[in-house]
């Protein structure tokens, strides 16, 4: 599985990351719904396939499931992200502490502001902004960042210097996603030029691109702004399934590479 590094934040991980969020919302998901052993099996064997990246949130509940399955690895190797809900000082950094001690780690790699919804959200989410801030400066936070559900949020996300790592929604059909394809793009490139690091997500429009997954996978990674993407995944078949079309789309797209270095020579 190829590394990649999100952005200017230095975080090292695999371009492909294992989501604990289908039908993620109110302390659930599919995912969770494995139970607590069989999600954290799920995540160990992602691993040792070399899904070295996990996508987990406060809203999905998957932080039990996470702890579990980090009790088998080493943390170093592994990068995750999670969100929180906070708005305030106080409630983010109540947030902090406790995800830390939900996943008994000493540092959580990305914290990303969840499901941003408006234009202004710097101005609401000033305080949430400062606590994550003083979490960072102190090791207990390594990047922040957002995931948003609005054009406008993604726009104000691409000129906040602040933000350091964007959970993107992005796939070829525009489904479950800001805006077209047409206009999420260009706002995507302007935060990669910015440093910003970016991994997708509703690669597969919720399932609805299913039929052809490689066609879904293959137009994310084609795109030079976006560094990594999260696919929810429910079982061992399905890991192997992605990481086997991952690694085959990075081969071809490395084959291609060399092909056009020695045609330019």
Known sequence: METVTLGKSGIRTSRLCIGTGTSGWGGKSNQTGLGLDGLADLLCYAHDRGVRFWDLADQY????HARRALQR????QVVITTKTRGAT???TAADIERFRRELDTEYLDIVLLHCLTEAGWP?????AMDALSEAQARGHVRAVGVSCHNLGAFQTAAVTPWVEIVLARINHA?????APPAEVIPVMEQMH?????????K???CGKLGDDPRRAVEYVMQLSCVDALVLGMMSREEVDENVALVEALEGARGRGSRAEALVQR
């Not at 690895?73 to 170093?76: A, G, I, K, P, T």
């Not at 030029?193 to 997500?201: D, E, L, P």
């Open 61 to 64: 509940g998957s932080h039990p």
């Open 73 to 76: 690895l080493d943390r170093r």
């Open 89 to 91: 000082y106080a409630e």
């Open 123 to 127: 101005g609401r989410f000033a305080g």
């Open 174 to 178: 525009g489904l479950n996603m800001d």
């Open 193 to 201: 030029a910015a440093g910003k690091g970016i991994y997708g997500m």
């Open 203 to 205: 690669v597969m429009g």
